[in-house]
């Protein structure tokens, strides 16, 4: 069983367009996390929604908006895509730490998005 | 904002040697996290070391963490080629923002 499962794997678009990418997690967990990795391998921490509510909105363009319908799901849906949006999407989720910060994140493994 | 400095970027070794990584970070952290991440996957969490912790063993992985120097290191003892991967350092910042740094790119030789 997959943990944390995002689809697609694969995205090839054109500039302008509209694309969403999904991410759910049979964890059990409260918090899931967007992430992006660039071509430098950075991480960039996007989302983060605790029970289905935002807890944390980085300095993202307002074309990116996540969703979270319910607390396994967490999808990203990005208007009118550039070409600086090629990256790597990941999803992960976490139990949470209390008191001692974030626990362990599990990821899924990935969505590669290129825009042309 | 908080951010891991990892040294070296890149790392290549003989099969068999051991390989040591290292993270620097800025400001106080609730814990810090060792993952690894293969050629297009997702991250693997490897290790987490509280604050108030000094060493942490997980098989042939010891990660230290000096809160002194706000210095953390990752050893990997006896590496194997399948330990070829990319080894990043997170830390918490706020209740609930793990926050990457840059990654050791490790290649191990056989």
């Known amino acids: 069983d997959t943990a944390v499962s995002q689809t697609p794997k694969y995205l090839v678009t054109q500039m302008g367009n509209d694309k969403s990418i999904k991410c759910e997690q049979n964890?059990?967990?409260?918090?899931m996390y967007w992430y992006k990795q660039d071509s430098k391998k950075f991480l960039k921490i996007m989302f983060s929604?605790?029970?289905?509510?935002?807890?944390i909105n980085e300095t993202v363009p307002n074309r990116f908006s996540p969703k979270s319908p319910d607390k396994a799901h967490l999808n990203l849906h990005i208007n009118s895509l550039e070409l600086g949006d090629s990256a790597v999407y990941f999803c992960?989720?976490?139990?949470?730490?209390?008191?001692?910060?974030?626990?362990?994140?599990?990821f899924g493994e990935g969505s590669r998005l290129t825009v042309l | 904002s908080q951010q891991g400095e990892e040294d070296p970027q890149a790392l290549s070794i003989q099969e068999g040697e051991n390989a040591t990584m290292n993270c620097s970070y800025k400001?106080?952290?609730?814990?810090l996290q060792w993952y690894r991440q293969n050629s297009g996957r997702g991250l693997v969490h490897l290790i987490l070391?509280?604050?108030?912790?000094r060493e942490k063993h997980s098989g042939r992985l010891r990660v230290t963490l000096d809160t002194s120097k706000k210095n953390s290191s990752l050893l990997i003892t006896a590496s194997r080629a399948a330990d070829t991967a990319s080894y990043f350092c997170?830390?918490?910042?706020?209740?609930?923002?793990?926050?990457f740094g840059q990654g050791t790119r490790l290649t191990i030789n056989p």
């Open positions: 992960a989720s976490s139990q949470g730490f209390r008191g001692s910060g974030t626990g362990e994140l599990f």
């Open positions: 964890l059990g967990h409260d918090t």
């Open positions: 929604y605790n029970n289905k509510e935002l807890i």
């Open positions: 400001t106080s952290i609730n814990n």
């Open positions: 070391i509280r604050s108030n912790e």
């Open positions: 997170a830390m918490t910042q706020g209740a609930q923002k793990l926050v």
